[in-house]
């Protein structure tokens, strides 16, 4: 996998969460995304990037783009500073919620890409890296 | 900004300069440099609210050093005098430009809170399709202090006129993720409770397939492709129908999708 492009942004207040949209929507755009494959990042970077902030206590993502046998693609790595999390398996359920919400967003950020994978040991903060490919 | 506009700033500002400076105190936080500050926050606004940039509105002061600087040279006795005098000077001048970028920084921020303020509430309407039925054009980003504002003005709509059918548009709305799903699914939930039931319209095909795998379920609410098959429902719900009658030169025009609908 070849590394074409990448920028990092802070992910730490809820203006953040828009800017990363707008940086995500740009990226896929440059990339040529269909409409559909745009909004799908796009909203699972919304979903990871609002986590950071709300259970991760800020951080920051990389977006890049990359190229992997003649595919070009949006990786994003979102990285916090948070506790992590104790049991990724349940954080993975739908509906399970520790925040109020509908306990969607990782789930929901994982269906919305094409890979998907997940760091948290608790301590060390969590790092959530997707993949869309064009 | 006009040169007689800049004129009468100049006259001010070097007025209360003077009189600051022969009070003898080179601190620019003091009393007696009251006048000058005040200035300064006053031309400071007007330039920010005009669109002046930040360096631009300091020069205003900067430029001062240059002739200050050539006073002092003829007045000056020998080099180490001078070199005293320009560095207070220079001290001086440079206290008052960071005062003048600081105060263009904080009349910036004004006018960005004011505007953030303005657009929260002029992008949430609540607009009366007919009697008994409401719609609500939302647009740009759901977040919390926006989601607020328009469920606040939507049940306070539903109260003043009485209806029984709200209609909430999101084709304005770029990113459903969520947060902005479980927002309408409050507000919808809201209105019901009011005796109001909602239809959410303007889901694009694109909306439609992330919320599948989101996995947002959306099934408790009545949903529609678009603001005129919304109306088309509610008209039905009431028990309206919208019919065609000869053309009239006068008659009112009703949109083709609520009359095909019902």
């Keep these: 996998m070849t590394s074409l492009s990448a920028e990092s942004l802070p992910v730490e207040t809820s203006e953040h969460v828009v800017s990363v949209r707008q940086a995500v929507r740009r990226r896929a755009v440059e990339l040529g995304f269909s409409l559909v494959d745009q ?47 104790a049991d990724v ?18 789930s ?5 890409s094409h890979e998907f994978a997940i760091e948290a040991a608790p301590g060390t903060g969590t790092r959530v890296v997707i993949v869309r490919w064009k | 900004m006009s040169d007689a506009d800049v004129d009468s700033d100049a006259r001010q500002f070097s007025r209360a300069l003077m009189v600051a400076i022969e009070s003898g105190d080179v601190d620019v936080q003091a009393t007696a ?25 300091a020069t205003f002061v900067l430029s001062l050093k240059q002739p200050i600087f050539h006073a002092l040279r003829r007045r000056a006795t020998d080099q180490n005098q001078l070199a005293d005098l320009i560095w207070t000077a220079s001290t001086l001048l440079d206290q008052l430009g960071l005062l003048v970028t600081e105060l263009h920084q904080k009349a910036r921020e004004g006018v960005i809170a004011r505007q953030q ?5 002029l992008s949430t309407p609540v607009i009366t399709l007919w009697e008994g039925v409401l719609a609500l054009p ?31 548009d999101i084709t304005g709305v770029p990113t459903v993720d969520t947060l902005v799903a479980q927002h309408l699914l409050k507000t919808v939930a809201a209105a019901r409770l009011m005796g109001a039931d909602c239809i959410i319209s303007g889901i694009r095909p694109q909306i439609a397939q992330t919320i599948v795998h989101l996995g947002v379920d959306l099934n408790a609410v009545t ?34 999708a609520a009359s095909a609908g019902a």
Excluded at chain 1, 108 to 112: I, Q, S, V
Excluded at chain 2, 117 to 121: P, R, T
Excluded at chain 2, 140 to 146: F, I, P, Q
């Design chain 1, 39 to 85: 909004t799908k990042i796009i909203t699972a970077a919304s979903e990871l990037a609002r986590n950071a902030i709300q259970h991760g206590g800020g951080g920051e993502v990389i977006i890049e783009t990359i190229a992997l046998q003649g595919r070009r693609g949006l990786r994003l790595a979102f990285a916090d500073r948070g506790p992590g999390i």
């Design chain 1, 89 to 106: 398996a349940r954080a993975m359920t739908d509906g399970y919620s520790t925040a109020g919400g509908l306990g969607l967003g990782l």
């Design chain 1, 108 to 112: 929901g950020a994982k269906r919305l």
């Design chain 2, 33 to 57: 440099w009251s006048d000058v500050r005040d200035v300064l926050a006053r031309l400071s606004e007007s330039r920010a609210i005009h669109g002046a940039s930040p360096s631009e509105t």
């Design chain 2, 117 to 121: 303020q303005e657009m929260m509430e």
């Design chain 2, 138 to 168: 939302v647009i740009g980003t759901l977040d919390s202090a926006r989601t607020q504002v328009v469920m606040e003005s939507l049940l306070q709509r539903i109260v003043d006129t009485g209806s029984v059918i709200a209609i909430l």
């Design chain 2, 223 to 256: 949903t529609k492709a678009t603001l005129a098959d919304a109306f088309a429902l509610a008209l039905r719900r009431l028990g309206k129908a919208v019919t065609r009658t000869p053309p009239r030169s006068e008659s009112a025009s009703l949109t083709p």
